[in-house]
């Protein structure tokens, strides 16, 4: 019936702590870098590099099980960090300003 149906359903979302659809790492990744880069004056090159680069930290990082059971938005970040480690120190520096604007870290 539907009643049971319903119920069902309400089960296994309560089982799930009603986590079904939550954002993969790159999707936080995107949403963070999205805030940030109002902030950041770069190139569009070293912007579309910064973006490649968390794309594919972030989907390697689903190979390891260890990664599996961390975090998302861990995992966006490390991947934003690592991202940043490869960019000239001048953009470095102002996307970790940014970042820690969009964060409010002090």
């Known amino acids: 019936s539907k009643n049971d149906i319903e119920g069902m359903e309400l089960i296994i979302l309560k089982g799930l702590s009603w986590r079904t659809c939550s954002p993969t790492s ?3 990744a995107r949403h963070i870098l999205s805030l940030v ?3 950041v004056n770069m190139q569009d ?3 579309a590099f910064v973006l490649d680069e968390v794309q594919f930290q ?3 990082a689903v ?3 260890y990664f599996t059971t961390q ?6 970040l490390a991947a ?3 991202t940043l480690d490869q960019v000239h120190i001048h953009n470095r520096q102002a996307m970790l300003l940014a970042l820690s604007l969009v964060l409010n870290v002090e």
């Open 26 to 28: 790159l999707e936080m």
């Open 37 to 39: 880069f109002p902030h």
């Open 45 to 47: 090159s070293t912007w």
């Open 58 to 60: 972030t989907e390697f």
């Open 63 to 65: 190979r390891g099980y």
């Open 71 to 76: 975090h998302r938005s861990t995992i966006a």
């Open 80 to 82: 934003i960090f690592n």
